[in-house]
C-alpha cells in the first residue's frame, strides 16, 4: 500500500487513525515493541511500566521512524513521550485523547486533535488531503481490515493476532489462511487486558500446550482495537467525521469513562466464541487496567487467573504452571 519513500509515522495507540497519516501521504506504522537489548533510556527510571520502556527504547534505536505519535490514553505513555523527547532527535506529536466520549465536547475534541495532528503531519512532509483523497485511503483500509476480520476461524489464535498486528503495522491485510476452518482444540479462553510486546505472543503457544487456547484475544493489541466498518455514506459525506466515529466512537477500552462498552463488547464476544475462562493480563505500574481486576472477577461467572507481568518482560515458567493449573480446573 504504502511506497518505500515515503515518511514513516510510528504509533502504538489503536486511537490513532492510520487513515489519516496515510492521507497525508505518510507510512502509518502501528507497532507491537519489540525489547531492545543493550539499550535502556527508560532502564533507569522507576516506576516505568515493562511495555513504555520497550516503546520508548524500540523506537528510539531499533525502528526506522521518521516521525512519532503519542497519545494521553495511558499515564504510561505520557512518561514515554517525556523520556522519547529527551533522548531521540526525532519529531514527536502528542495526541490528546478525551477519556469521557458520550458527550459531544468529546467528540469534538478529538476532532481538534485529528485537525492538529494534520497540521503536525503537513510540517514533516506530508500533504493534506482532499475529500476524494481521504475516502479513497479509508475505503482501502476498510477493506483490508475486513479481510482480516473473516481470517478467523481460518488462522491459529496466535496466527490471527499476529495477522492483526500486521495490519497495524503494514496496513495490509498479510497472511496466508487455510481455505478451511480450523477446529481449535482444548478450552476456549479469552485473553484480556493492555497491549502485547513481540515476544508475549508466545503466550498463545503456552495456552495452547496446556490444553487451552485463544478463542477471544481483547488485548490492546488483538481485535478489540479493531476499528468498526466505515458507513459509506456517511464517509461520501463527510470522511473526517466518519473516520472520528470508526475509532473515537466505537473502540472499547479500559481508560474510556464509562468503560461500559468494554464489558459489553467483552459479553457478545465471549458468549459467541464459547469462552470459558478469562486470562487477565496486566504490566506492574498499569494503573487503568489493574482498577479492572476486581470489577472483572466482579462482573463475570467464569473463572479469572490474573497474570501481572513483572519488571523482567519475560513469559516464564512461573507463568506457564499458573496457566497450566488453571486450564486444568476447567477441562
Known sequence: MFREAMKTVIYECPFVPAEWIAAH????????????????????????????????????????????VVTTVCDQMRRAFELIERNCDIPLF??????????????????????????????????????????????????????????????????YSEAIARFHERGEADYASSKHAIAPRGVPLALVGGPLLRHHFAIFDMIDRAGGYVALDATSTGERTMAAAFDR???????????????????????????????????????????????FRHY????TWHAEVQRMKEWTDLPVLVIEASDDESVDGQIASRVQSFIEVLR
Open 94 to 159: 502528542l495526541m490528546n485523547v478525551p477519556k469521557t466520549w458520550q458527550t459531544v465536547a468529546s467528540q469534538k475534541l478529538y476532532m481538534f486533535e485529528l485537525e492538529r495532528l494534520s497540521k503536525f503531519l503537513v510540517r514533516i512532509g506530508g500533504k493534506l488531503p482532499s475529500h476524494d483523497e481521504q475516502a479513497a485511503v479509508m475505503l482501502q483500509y476498510d477493506t483490508a481490515r475486513r479481510d482480516v476480520r473473516a481470517a478467523h476461524g481460518y488462522l491459529s489464535p496466535r496466527e
Open 25 to 68: 501521504g505518510l507510512r502509518p506504522s502501528r507497532i507491537v515493541p519489540r525489547l531492545t537489548i543493550g539499550a535502556r533510556f527508560a532502564g533507569t527510571s522507576t516506576g516505568v511500566c515493562p511495555y513504555a520502556r520497550a516503546f520508548v527504547n524500540h523506537v528510539c534505536v531499533q525502528a526506522a521512524a521518521d516521525a512519532i
Open 284 to 287: 506492574v505500574w498499569c494503573d
Open 233 to 279: 455514506r456517511s464517509l461520501r459525506d463527510d470522511p473526517l467525521s466518519e473516520l472520528a466515529r470508526a475509532y473515537f466512537g466505537t473502540i472499547p477500552d479500559a481508560f474510556r469513562r464509562p468503560n461500559s462498552e468494554l464489558y459489553r463488547w467483552l459479553r457478545q464476544n465471549m458468549a459467541e466464541r464459547g469462552v470459558r475462562g478469562i486470562i
